[in-house]
């Protein structure tokens, strides 16, 4: 039987938000943030295996993920 990885509650999520930004968060603000951070991640991936594929690797190895990311987080600068 696999495992389940369990989450911080929505209210853990929110409260660390606040700290962080220091202003009030709206309900839905924590499923906005997972869902941005999906889209980031994907966007990561798909940047990384062009990347790899474009230096002829196999796989998409720590260098092209290190390479790709800066260019994929100004993308997703507010």
Do not use: C, W
Not at 37 to 59: D, I, N, P, T, V
């Amino acid at each position: 039987m696999a495992a389940t990885q369990k989450l911080y509650p929505r209210g853990t999520v929110k409260r660390i938000v606040k700290a962080h930004s220091n202003r009030s968060v709206s309900k839905n603000a924590d499923i906005l943030i997972f869902l941005d951070y999906m889209l980031f991640m994907q966007e990561l991936m798909r940047e990384a295996s062009m990347k790899s594929r474009k230096a002829g690797e196999k796989h998409i190895s720590p260098n092209s993920v290190r390479k790709v990311t800066e260019k994929t987080l100004r993308k997703f600068k507010g």
